[in-house]
């Protein structure tokens, strides 16, 4: 069997020529076409911009259009239109051929591993392994770590609207009656250095031991510096979190799409965006102050796990603020529109040593015990706020 079509290839170009907006409904790339002319032509067609694809314009994109076989084969590729639902078939047999082709290289590459006889059979399994879990992911999804998705999540954890994802904080779980639930948009605040990507990544640990998918946007940290912090906290080689290789954007559009893939290969239901100051969106004008701007982007990420029934936890810094206070909701920067879309907030702060809790910004004289205590600021499910202590044991906070 052939490992390609290009019936398909010049349909699936056709249908994006009439309606590029087909661009924002699935994920697809260059590297689902076999054909290199056709691969040449999806790229032109992205790079226009609007919906509409003026032919005029396409081939003025196209780097080489004799090479490809100049309008008579663009008018070629016109003529194999076929419908939306004709389309969605046909690109999920692209995908699966694009599948098969990279399955076909690695089996290669696995063949000659095993022919190498200076590698251990430990060294070659983990390999193999890497190799075929990476399969359908290049260009997309790729993952800092090889996971596996739970079957035990797959089948005993069919959400509904009830479900909550604990987030192995007891008294935050309880306050929530049973922890986060799908919809939900989760901000972590605190001064700088208190640990909010600590938190957040301890929540992680607890979130994968229970077998829930976790997905990463670390704009601060670098996935192989995320993967040391998980294996430093006991994870294990495989767990079920996972990030971009690369974050090549900070736009909402890109993070969604990112988030889409997640949610189809991995049934992803927890993203976790460190932090909230990278993100952007197209819907910001440059006339928007901080303040406007800033809350167009938690209402983008709000509609986002409404939409796609996740729970998004960002992480936010905070306003200066006095030596004399704890921070309060108010004091996250430009707050507005995290007090009135926010599910949960919460802020961190390190106890001094002396039974005192750390406030405002860094003192380098003070010194800190391995405690923190994690304050509910805002609660929409029950509107119980409590405040709570956790210990930094095992590379984690407990």
Same mark, same amino acid.
């Given at each position: 069997m052939e490992n390609y079509n290009l019936d398909v290839e010049k349909s699936v170009l056709s249908c994006l020529i009439n309606n590029k907006e087909l661009l924002e409904k699935e994920t697809i790339t260059e590297n689902d076409f076999y054909q290199d002319k056709n691969k040449e032509i999806f790229k032109a067609i992205k790079k226009i911009d609007g919906n509409y694809v003026d032919l005029n314009i396409l081939k003025h994109n196209i780097i080489n259009l004799e090479k490809i076989g100049g309008m008579t084969y663009i008018a070629n590729i016109m003529s194999s239109f076929i419908s939306e639902s004709g389309y969605s078939k046909n690109l999920k047999i692209l995908k699966e051929l694009r599948i098969r082709r990279e399955l076909h290289k690695v089996s290669l590459e696995n063949f000659n591993l095993l022919l190498d006889?200076?590698?251990?059979?430990?060294?070659?399994?983990?390999?193999?392994?890497?190799?075929?879990?990476?399969?359908?992911?290049?260009?997309?999804?790729?993952?800092?770590? %090889?996971?596996?998705?739970? %079957?035990?999540?797959?089948?005993?954890?069919?959400?509904?609207?009830?479900?909550?994802?604990?987030?192995?904080?007891n008294t935050l779980d309880e306050s929530l009656a049973g922890g986060f639930k799908?919809?939900?948009?989760?901000?972590?605040?605190?001064?700088?250095?208190?640990?909010?990507?600590?938190?957040?990544?301890?929540?992680?640990?607890?979130?994968?031991?229970?077998?829930?998918?976790?997905?990463?946007?670390?704009?601060?940290?670098?996935?192989?510096?995320?993967?040391?912090?998980?294996?430093?906290?006991?994870?294990g080689k495989h767990y079920y979190a996972?990030?971009?290789?690369?974050?090549?954007?900070?736009?909402?559009?890109?993070?969604?799409?990112?988030?889409?893939?997640?949610?189809?290969?991995?049934?992803?239901?927890?993203?976790?965006?460190?932090?909230?100051?990278?993100?952007?969106?197209?819907?910001?004008?440059?006339?928007?102050?901080q303040a406007i701007s800033y809350k167009q982007i938690v209402t983008e990420l709000k509609s986002l796990a409404l939409e796609l029934n996740i729970i998004i936890i960002s992480l936010a810094h905070l306003k200066k603020i006095q030596n004399d206070?704890?921070?309060?909701?108010?004091?996250?920067?430009?707050?507005?529109?995290?007090?009135?879309?926010?599910?949960?907030?919460?802020?961190?702060?390190?106890?001094?040593?002396?039974?005192?809790?750390?406030?405002?910004?860094?003192d380098e004289e003070e010194i800190f015990t391995n405690s923190s205590f994690i304050k509910m600021v805002k609660n929409r499910e029950t509107g119980i706020l409590k405040k709570f202590r956790v210990d930094y044991i095992n590379n984690r906070l407990v």
């Open positions: 006889e200076n590698k251990s059979i430990e060294d070659i399994t983990d390999e193999i392994q890497r190799n075929t879990k990476e399969v359908g992911d290049s260009g997309q999804l790729e993952i800092g770590k %090889p996971i596996e998705v739970s %079957p035990i999540y797959e089948i005993e954890n069919e959400t509904d609207d009830n479900t909550k994802f604990p987030s192995g904080y799908e919809g939900d948009l989760i901000i972590i605040s605190g001064v700088s250095g208190n640990g909010k990507t600590l938190l957040a990544e301890s929540m992680t640990f607890n979130l994968c031991s229970k077998g829930f998918p976790v997905l990463w946007f670390s704009y601060e940290v670098l996935p192989s510096q995320l993967d040391k912090h998980f294996q430093a906290m006991g994870m996972y990030s971009p290789t690369k974050n090549e954007s900070g736009e909402i559009d890109w993070i969604k799409a990112k988030i889409k893939r997640g949610v189809e290969k991995y049934l992803t239901k927890i993203v976790i965006i460190d932090h909230l100051d990278f993100v952007v969106s197209k819907k910001v004008k440059n006339s928007d102050t206070r704890e921070p309060e909701m108010q004091d996250i920067g430009y707050s507005a529109g995290i007090f009135q879309l926010a599910d949960c907030v919460l802020m961190i702060n390190r106890e001094k040593q002396g039974g005192g809790e750390r406030m405002g910004y860094e």
